[in-house]
């Protein structure tokens, strides 16, 4: 049961607000890895950094990833970092995936000052700035498809995403 779509891209691009519009719009449900990932840990995000580490938070991404991957139906949402795995990569091959894609600006104002993000705690404006040039080209090579979000309302975003899909 494969996801219609899966979205990528940077922290601040949309991901779960276009997808939430997406799912609704399709008439299906939308699922966040990040959502699963804090179900299973029993804590947020920024507390599973602190407590276990990055690297721990990237296992439990890949086994999140690789578990909605095969089960959900509906438009799923993968956290921003989670193409850094080669077999997230992998696994993507053959799936519908769009990247949100969002420049510097619009991404800062969307994230606000970091927080509850981890990786932007500190100096948060030229840490997404390196997150971004690292990933957009990992971001490129899932998607089969990019959508721009700067300055445009989710609901124009998911009009853009709709035509795309099959009929």
Known sequence: MAPVVVLVG????????VGEALATALGVEFRDTDTDIERMAGKPIPEIFIDEGEAHFRTLERAAVAAALAASP????LGGGA???EETRAALVGHRVVHLSVELPDA?????LGAGRP???INPRATLKHLMD???PLYAEVATAT???DGRAPEEIVAEIVALLPR
């Not at 509906?74 to 949402?77: D, E, K, N």
Request: charged share 15%; glycine share 14%; with cysteine.
């Open 108 to 112: 800062v104002k969307r994230v606000g």
């Open 10 to 17: 940077a922290p601040g691009c949309g991901k779960s607000t």
């Open 147 to 149: 959508v721009a979000t």
């Open 83 to 85: 193409v850094l795995a």
């Open 134 to 136: 690292q990933r957009r």
């Open 119 to 121: 990786l932007l705690a």
């Open 74 to 77: 509906g438009v799923l949402a």
